[in-house]
């Protein structure tokens, strides 16, 4: 494959959520004296960060006893966060749309119905929490415990899923074996079941039942797998809840032989002191951030195919420090003579909300003027926001939070709030006024600085895996929408329309940033643990049409569909001589 590498960044990973800052550990695990002496080979090895057996894993975890009284208020903590900030509450409760696979839930009732059972242990109920909190399939919400979230357990292996056609040109999909680190022998052998089901059937019923970060199945079913290999990716694999069993069977096809593998859970610990997060240190300020499994960097670059005239940019976050990267990238392939353009916004893990703006406005430089420029959004209002919010508006308030009018601009007309009601809302119900973001003194700068760049949208394409989240979400829908730049999904289930990005929310955020921002200090999660949720929600629009629906909830598949095989899940250049493709046979 001749491909010309133009210009590459490398940028720290970035982080998804806001990072949840010096919680303080509490003592909430460490009332019983068993917990300490079952996880005391556990906390010698992982302080020395030493792996452990499955089983000694499993018993250190199910030794903290269940606390009636601390299960109870996390439920309080949790019930009241959701219901006050938790932007799709309802919307929850309704059918998926089409496209979209999830069951309905009342997560108010169902968390409630937790609080009327007993569990065998402590974990048993933070499991019931999470898995309640994960009927949502949005992204943007899960619970964190501080413990038992940062056990890793890894099979060691990853596998990917390729299209393939038999003899009677039939599209069959299988599983194969992507990179086996223990036994590289075991490479691209087909799986053919797995613990004695059908391989696609187990991968599907694990996307639908154990992956919570999509509401679209294929792209559930692709961070099941690799080659997506940043956060939510894997996930089969390399889990971060305590597996069931303690091995997994693999019947594997090789070229040579057929047998089956069974591979042991290799658990390891994600953060530098065992007893610091599953024991008391009551005084002890721990300091964790986002449960980024794999801690590299990500690197955005920009490269030529097609004979150097189609140039690709990669873009794998939405962060402000990556807007120079992207400039200058685009400007290089400009140099360069690229007469079209693919953006690969394959794994893109979101990053800053002015992001999606700058990045259409860079683009399309001649919209700078048109209102409106981007998804309004709203929040939740309720009794702790509303005297914030006033006072934030009286005191002039410089700070940047989602409770302060002056952190954005009023949609439509794109002019700062000119009073406190008109971004507080109607009050008729949960939902504020519609707010954009403004754009960052950088952003502003930089967009002065680039001159407009060649391409049209018929001449650019995206493509993605559809792990393009939250912030890429936005960014995608929007090019995709307002500027008619065609779609192209990854991956995901054979002849199943798939998404192209997922859960773009509106913005997400920890439970103790927003008891701080609202000055909601009345009830904590206990124990050091936390909460993510999604407080903001974006509409969709049209000229006609103010809002036509929340885009958490709105199936957008992709216009073109590429499967991997096995050259062009490990060598993404295949995909983009595809994309180019396609971009030179469109009218
Ligand atoms: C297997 O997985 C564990 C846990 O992630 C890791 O620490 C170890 O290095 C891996 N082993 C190999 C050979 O990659
Ligand atoms: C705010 O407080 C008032 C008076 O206590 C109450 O009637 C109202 O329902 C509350 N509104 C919200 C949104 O909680
Ligand atoms: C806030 O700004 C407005 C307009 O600039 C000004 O009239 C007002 O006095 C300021 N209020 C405070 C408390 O600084
Ligand atoms: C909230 O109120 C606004 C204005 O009355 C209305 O347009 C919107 O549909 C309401 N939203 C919900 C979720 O009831
Ligand atoms: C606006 O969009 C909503 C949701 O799609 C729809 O129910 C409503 O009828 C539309 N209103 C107009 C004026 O087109
Ligand atoms: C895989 O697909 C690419 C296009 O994405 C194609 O060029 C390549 O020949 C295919 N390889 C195999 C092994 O099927
Ligand atoms: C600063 C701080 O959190 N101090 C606490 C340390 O632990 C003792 C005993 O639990 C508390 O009384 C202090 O408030």
Same mark, same amino acid.
């Given at each position: 494959?001749?491909?010309?590498?133009?210009?590459?960044?490398?940028?720290?990973y970035?982080?998804?959520?806001?990072?949840?800052?010096?919680?303080?550990?509490?003592?909430?695990?460490?009332?019983?004296?068993?917990?300490?002496?079952?996880?005391?080979?556990?906390?010698?090895?992982?302080?020395?960060?030493?792996?452990?057996?499955?089983?000694?894993a499993?018993?250190?975890?199910?030794?903290?006893?269940?606390?009636?009284?601390?299960a109870?208020?996390?439920?309080d903590?949790v019930?009241?966060?959701?219901?006050?900030?938790?932007?799709?509450?309802?919307?929850?409760?309704?059918?998926? *749309?089409?496209?979209?696979?999830?069951?309905?839930?009342?997560?108010?009732?169902?968390?409630?119905?937790?609080?009327?059972?007993?569990?065998?242990?402590?974990?048993?109920?933070?499991?019931?929490?999470? =898995?309640?909190?994960?009927k949502?399939?949005?992204?943007?919400?899960?619970?964190?415990?501080? #413990?038992?979230?940062?056990?890793?357990?890894?099979?060691?292996?990853?596998?990917?899923?390729?299209?393939?056609?038999?003899?009677?040109?039939?599209?069959?999909?299988?599983?194969?074996?992507?990179?086996?680190?223990?036994d590289?022998? =075991?490479?691209?052998?087909?799986?053919?079941?797995?613990?004695?089901?059908?391989?696609?059937?187990?991968?599907i019923?694990?996307?639908?039942?154990?992956?919570?970060?999509?509401?679209?199945?294929?792209?559930?079913?692709?961070?099941?797998?690799?080659?997506?290999?940043?956060?939510?990716?894997?996930?089969?694999?390399?889990?971060?809840?305590?597996?069931?069993?303690?091995t997994i $069977?693999?019947?594997?096809?090789?070229?040579?032989?057929?047998?089956?593998?069974?591979?042991?859970?290799?658990?390891?610990?994600?953060?530098?002191?065992?007893? !610091?997060?599953?024991?008391?240190?009551?005084?002890?300020s721990?300091?964790?951030?986002?449960?980024?499994?794999?801690?590299?960097?990500?690197?955005? &670059?920009?490269?030529?195919?097609?004979?150097?005239?189609?140039?690709?940019?990669?873009?794998?976050?939405?962060?402000? !420090?990556?807007?120079?990267?992207?400039?200058?990238?685009?400007?290089?392939?400009?140099?360069?003579?690229?007469?079209?353009?693919?953006?690969?916004?394959?794994?893109n893990v979101?990053?800053?909300?002015?992001v999606?703006?700058? $990045?259409?406005?860079?683009l399309?430089?001649?919209?700078r003027?048109?209102?409106p420029?981007?998804?309004?959004?709203?929040?939740?209002?309720?009794?702790?926001?509303? *005297?914030?919010?006033?006072k934030?508006?009286?005191?002039?308030?410089?700070?940047?939070?989602?409770?302060?009018?002056?952190?954005?601009?009023?949609?439509?007309?794109?002019? *700062?709030?000119? !009073?406190?009601?008109?971004?507080?809302?109607?009050?008729?119900?949960?939902?504020s006024?519609?707010?954009?973001? *403004?754009?960052?003194?950088?952003?502003?700068?930089?967009?002065?600085?680039?001159?407009?760049f060649?391409?049209t949208?018929?001449?650019?394409?995206?493509?993605?895996?559809?792990?393009?989240?939250?912030? #890429?979400?936005?960014?995608?829908? %929007?090019?995709?929408?307002?500027?008619?730049?065609?779609?192209?999904?990854?991956?995901?289930?054979?002849?199943?329309?798939?998404?192209?990005?997922?859960?773009?929310? &509106?913005?997400?955020?920890?439970? =103790?940033?927003?008891?701080?921002?609202?000055?909601?200090?009345?009830?904590?999660?206990?124990g050091? =643990?936390?909460?993510?949720?999604?407080?903001?929600?974006?509409?969709?629009?049209?000229k006609?049409?103010?809002?036509?629906?929340?885009l958490?909830?709105l199936?957008?598949?992709?216009?073109?569909?590429?499967? %991997?095989?096995?050259?062009?899940?490990?060598?993404?250049?295949?995909?983009?001589?595809?994309?180019?493709?396609?971009?030179?046979?469109?009218?």
């Amino acid at each position: 494959m001749k491909i010309i590498q133009v210009y590459s960044t490398f940028n720290i990973y970035f982080i998804l959520f806001v990072a949840l800052l010096a919680t303080i550990v509490s003592s909430s695990k460490s009332n019983n004296a068993d917990p300490e002496s079952q996880c005391r080979i556990v906390s010698k090895a992982f302080d020395n960060e030493k792996l452990v057996e499955y089983d000694t894993a499993k018993k250190c975890i199910e030794s903290f006893p269940f606390d009636a009284k601390f299960a109870d208020d996390t439920i309080d903590a949790v019930s009241h966060f959701m219901s006050s900030y938790y932007v799709f509450l309802d919307q929850a409760k309704e059918e998926p *749309p089409k496209g979209f696979t999830y069951q309905p839930v009342d997560l108010i009732k169902e968390l409630n119905s937790l609080r009327e059972k007993t569990f065998k242990s402590d974990y048993g109920f933070i499991t019931a929490l999470r =898995n309640t909190i994960f009927k949502l399939k949005d992204g943007h919400t899960r619970f964190i415990d501080i #413990c038992y979230q940062s056990f890793i357990y890894d099979q060691n292996l990853t596998l990917y899923s390729v299209v393939t056609t038999d003899k009677e040109k039939k599209q069959k999909q299988i599983i194969k074996i992507f990179d086996d680190k223990l036994d590289s022998s =075991n490479n691209d052998c087909e799986v053919t079941e797995i613990e004695g089901k059908p391989a696609i059937q187990a991968i599907i019923d694990f996307a639908n039942d154990n992956i919570a970060y999509s509401k679209d199945l294929g792209v559930r079913f692709n961070m099941a797998l690799a080659p997506s290999i940043k956060i939510f990716s894997q996930l089969f694999t390399l889990r971060e809840d305590l597996p069931e069993t303690s091995t997994i $069977t693999y019947n594997l096809k090789c070229p040579k032989k057929s047998y089956k593998l069974t591979r042991k859970w290799s658990v390891a610990f994600s953060s530098a002191a065992f007893e !610091n997060f599953c024991f008391d240190t009551r005084n002890n300020s721990a300091k964790i951030t986002s449960r980024d499994k794999s801690t590299g960097s990500t690197s955005s &670059g920009f490269y030529l195919v097609n004979d150097g005239k189609v140039g690709v940019a990669v873009i794998t976050d939405e962060s402000t !420090n990556s807007i120079f990267g992207l400039a200058d990238g685009l400007r290089q392939l400009t140099k360069r003579g690229a007469e079209k353009l693919i953006l690969d916004m394959s794994n893109n893990v979101g990053g800053d909300p002015t992001v999606p703006l700058f $990045t259409s406005l860079l683009l399309f430089p001649s919209s700078r003027s048109r209102q409106p420029n981007f998804f309004p959004t709203s929040i939740n209002i309720n009794n702790f926001t509303i *005297p914030i919010i006033k006072k934030n508006f009286d005191t002039n308030s410089s700070d940047s939070d989602d409770y302060n009018p002056f952190s954005f601009l009023s949609f439509p007309s794109g002019e *700062p709030f000119k !009073n406190v009601n008109e971004f507080i809302g109607p009050r008729k119900n949960l939902t504020s006024g519609l707010h954009l973001n *403004p754009l960052t003194s950088d952003e502003v700068q930089l967009l002065k600085s680039t001159s407009p760049f060649r391409w049209t949208s018929d001449e650019m394409i995206i493509l993605t895996n559809g792990f393009c989240i939250s912030a #890429c979400a936005l960014a995608a829908l %929007y090019l995709s929408e307002f500027y008619k730049i065609k779609t192209i999904a990854v991956g995901g289930l054979l002849d199943t329309s798939m998404s192209f990005s997922t859960f773009p929310g &509106g913005l997400g955020t920890s439970e =103790n940033v927003i008891a701080d921002e609202a000055g909601d200090n009345n009830i904590e999660v206990p124990g050091g =643990n936390s909460l993510l949720l999604a407080i903001r929600e974006a509409y969709d629009f049209n000229k006609n049409n103010i809002t036509t629906g929340v885009l958490e909830y709105l199936f957008k598949p992709a216009d073109y569909r590429l499967y %991997y095989n096995e050259s062009n899940a490990r060598d993404p250049s295949f995909l983009w001589v595809d994309a180019a493709n396609i971009l030179n046979k469109k009218p």
